[in-house]
């Protein structure tokens, strides 16, 4: 669970070296290695009506991706990192899942390219497809047009929205590996208003000292480690009260669990983690189930 | 027995070039994509002479520099960096991994910055094996 090696995905118009620079504090926990990737789209260079291939255009743009890597690159090797870089022509979750495969990657990072309600209804989020198709953890970085520099230590104060799920174990794994980097963690969980509907309020009080108890269990286990952690319960809409909790403890990341729901009925029931990794403006840390 | 030249680079354009070269000066080239692959090729090849990329997957040139130069078997080999990786990049990096209780390595003898003309590339490689 050791994030030593990280691929960085980057289109270069949303995703930024400080977002590559706000992470090179995991060194401590152990990073040492990033791998860029550059995924040139197929209509960019293929499928153009009376033109076919335009192998002068996909030199173009890798000539102009390999120029920036160059840069990337020798401020990470300067500094002692390994570094390797891909330039590929296709699908985005493709070539992410090959260059995962053939790197080893521990982390895969990526930035939120925000699409319309429209298009997004008809047309899977690039994103949402890594997230789906990744076995491995996914950290995804918000852009907004006015806001393009990332958080300069995103493991600083992460919270970790938890339903006590193994995946919620999994997660608390990964933090106790990054220790040297992490200030404070918030363990919240949201419960569903439903489960409150007792009929007396020593039934609710109950349930709540439940819950407490099981948070509590779960900040010992980073306690034990060294990581301060506080425990936090809400109650309503997981994805919104998420982001109140991130909001009231000052947090730098959410960290969540990935469920292996399909595509079709994410899009019919929504999701908290594609709404995590696409609606909030905190960087967000998404980890599969464990395999 | 003709001499044999490990060409190590992920760019097949690059390498196309670097092995033409290497044939038109009668030696034999050997190709590996990648800094892994090259090690390898490197163990069992012996190869008189190694042209290395900077910038590759899965190992990059500078740590293949680094376990070719703590090796006894390869320290002797000689090697041409042929790189898009600016020279004082790759000293300072060797220097941060020294630093950061790695063995020390010797600079390399020939540190090329691509793209290079053929007759460069000659020169370099008849500088050592002609």
């Known amino acids: 669970m050791d994030i030593r090696k990280i691929l960085f995905v980057t289109k270069f118009e949303e995703l930024w070296f400080d977002a590559v620079e706000s992470l090179l504090d995991l060194r401590q926990a152990s990073l040492d290695h990033v791998v860029f990737l550059n995924v040139i789209e197929r209509e960019k260079v293929a499928l153009r009506r009376g033109k076919g291939y335009q192998k002068t255009e996909e030199v173009r743009l890798r000539e102009m991706a390999n120029i920036r890597f160059i840069n990337w690159a020798e401020s990470l090797f300067e500094r002692g990192f390994e570094v390797g870089a891909y330039i590929v022509v296709g699908s985005l979750a493709k070539q992410v899942v090959i260059a995962v495969e053939k790197e080893e990657i521990d982390l895969i990072v990526v930035g939120h390219e925000k699409k319309g309600r429209i298009e997004q209804l008809y047309k899977s989020s690039d994103i949402l497809e890594i997230i789906r198709r990744s076995r491995k953890p996914v950290l995804v970085y918000k852009y907004t047009p006015e806001n393009t520099i990332a958080v300069k230590k995103p493991f600083e104060r992460p919270l970790l929205a938890t339903c006590f799920s193994a995946t919620s174990q999994n997660a608390i794994g990964y933090l106790k590996r990054m220790q040297p980097v992490i200030k404070k963690v918030t363990i919240v969980h949201v419960a569903d208003p439903k489960a409150l509907k007792e009929t007396s309020a020593m039934d609710v009080q109950k349930t709540r000292k439940k819950i407490r108890r099981k948070l509590d269990d779960l900040c010992d286990l980073l306690i034990a480690e060294g990581i301060d952690a506080t425990p936090g319960i809400y109650v309503g809409s997981p994805s919104k009260e998420i982001v109140t909790a991130a909001k009231e403890s000052n947090a730098t990341m959410i960290i969540a669990g990935t469920s292996s729901n399909s595509s079709i009925k994410e899009k019919l029931v929504g999701s908290t983690s594609s709404f995590l990794a696409e609606k909030t403006l905190f960087p967000t840390l998404l980890i599969p189930p464990a395999t | ?130």
């Open chain 2, 1 to 130: 027995m003709n001499k044999k030249v490990l060409v190590v680079d992920d760019d097949p354009d690059v390498r196309l070039f670097n092995v033409t070269v290497v044939e038109e000066n009668g030696f034999i080239p050997i190709e590996a994509s990648n800094g892994e692959e090259g090690l390898k090729l490197l163990k069992e090849e012996k190869p008189d002479l190694v042209i290395l990329d900077v910038l590759m997957p899965r190992q990059s040139g500078i740590r293949l520099y680094r376990e070719l130069k703590t090796d006894k078997s390869l320290k002797n080999i000689h090697v041409i960096l042929l790189s898009g990786i600016a020279k004082k990049t790759f000293l300072r990096s060797q220097k941060a991994l020294t630093e950061f209780g790695g063995e020390s390595v010797p600079e390399p003898e020939i540190y090329l910055e691509k793209p290079v003309e053929p007759e460069e590339l000659s020169a370099a490689i008849n500088q050592y094996i002609g």
